[in-house]
């Protein structure tokens, strides 16, 4: 049986987490850590050893460097510059920087795997990590707007009264202001939300409270890593068990939805080699202006790193 092997660059609050939930789910036999803080990586990797010790399967926990990855399959990326605090652009010219000085190198010591890049802006970074890797687009994800989708179906799970998995709802976009619940396409079990829920649920506040809802945990804790920790380890688990499950991730766009060379937040169907298809939405005008919008914003953020 072939090891599955996962790489995690930058091991902070995100990072840390995401190896312990790794580790908790037991879905890969070795998780490398890579930071420059090394003291930190260390003790991170045996806490976690600690954590493995109670697996029924063995999972090993190693210290790599970034350049050490021609035998990974799915290198996450949750390195950022510590500007998450101040402006989305002051943000991308930090982590735009740590990504191009890392990305052509491990391409040059035969990385042949999928990127998941779950630092912000996620769309771009997404989009520059592309780029810099000269991999096929469907070997290049983004986290995207999966988090923010299951946040909605949270909020309006707890508003109905009925489970988050059963309702069928999603956001599309950037993984950011721009973004936006797709109303026309939402429903549970064929009945649209509008319809079954008629003058029941504000919509529009259930989506505006989606879309705020990391603002307002990085306002009370600072940070946010149980739900991106989450969300990034499911994505590596439909990828390794071949699931073909569909979430909204950030995709490169060549044509679909009339775009192209952008990477956006879109329903697409996972498979063990990454992105295997993008869902293309029927929508309605208004989410038609709404999903430009969104384009014009990422595609401004990959012009101010110059990467047209």
């Known amino acids: 049986m072939k090891l599955r092997?996962?790489?995690?660059?930058?091991?902070?609050?995100?990072?840390?987490?995401?190896?312990?939930?790794?580790?908790?789910?037991?879905?890969?036999?070795?998780?490398?850590?890579?930071?420059?803080?090394?003291?930190l990586a260390y003790g991170h990797a045996q806490d976690l050893l600690d954590a493995a010790a109670y697996r029924q399967n063995m999972v090993k926990v190693s210290?790599?460097?970034?350049?050490?990855?021609?035998?990974?399959?799915?290198?996450?990326?949750?390195?950022?510059?510590?500007?998450?605090?101040?402006?989305?652009?002051?943000?991308?010219?930090?982590?735009?920087?740590?990504?191009?000085?890392?990305?052509?190198?491990?391409?040059?010591?035969?990385?042949?795997?999928?990127?998941?890049?779950?630092?912000?802006p996620c769309d771009a970074i997404t989009y520059q990590v592309w780029k810099l890797s000269g991999l096929p687009r469907h070997r290049v994800i983004g986290t995207g707007v999966w988090l923010d989708t299951?946040?909605?179906?949270?909020?309006?799970?707890?508003?109905?009264?009925?489970?988050?998995?059963?309702?069928?709802?999603?956001?599309?976009?950037?993984?950011?202001?721009?973004?936006f619940p797709v109303w026309s396409h939402s429903s549970i079990y064929g009945i649209n939300l509008n319809k079954l829920e008629k003058n029941k649920v504000d919509f529009a506040q259930i989506g505006t409270q989606?879309?705020?809802?990391?603002?307002?945990?990085?306002?009370?804790?600072?940070?946010?890593?149980?739900?991106?920790?989450?969300?990034?380890?499911?994505?590596c688990q439909h990828i390794f068990t071949n699931s073909h499950r569909a979430l909204a991730l950030s995709c490169i766009l060549d044509g679909e939805y009339g775009y192209k060379n952008v990477a956006i937040g879109v329903p697409a169907i996972l498979d063990q080699h990454g992105i295997k298809k993008i869902i293309e939405l029927d929508f309605i005008e208004k989410e038609k202006q709404l999903f430009a919008n969104s384009v014009e914003i990422v595609k401004g953020y990959i012009e101010h790193i110059n990467l047209k």
């Not at 840390?16 to 003291?39: H, M, P, Q």
């Not at 000085?101 to 042949?112: H, L, Q, T």
């Not at 990085?218 to 969300?231: D, L, P, Q, V």
Request: net charge negative.
């Open 5 to 39: 092997k996962v790489m995690i660059i930058g091991v902070g609050n995100v990072g840390s987490t995401t190896a312990y939930t790794f580790v908790n789910r037991g879905i890969c036999e070795e998780i490398a850590l890579v930071d420059l803080n090394k003291e």
């Open 63 to 120: 210290l790599r460097e970034s350049t050490d990855c021609a035998d990974i399959d799915i290198v996450i990326i949750t390195v950022t510059s510590g500007l998450a605090q101040k402006s989305r652009k002051e943000e991308l010219d930090g982590t735009s920087k740590i990504i191009e000085s890392i990305v052509p190198n491990m391409m040059k010591n035969g990385f042949n795997g999928i990127f998941l890049v779950a630092t912000n």
């Open 150 to 179: 299951v946040r909605l179906r949270r909020l309006l799970g707890e508003k109905m009264d009925i489970g988050p998995q059963s309702i069928d709802a999603f956001i599309v976009g950037e993984h950011g202001d721009s973004q």
């Open 210 to 235: 989606a879309r705020k809802m990391g603002f307002e945990i990085m306002e009370r804790k600072h940070c946010t890593e149980y739900g991106i920790a989450s969300t990034i380890t499911e994505i």
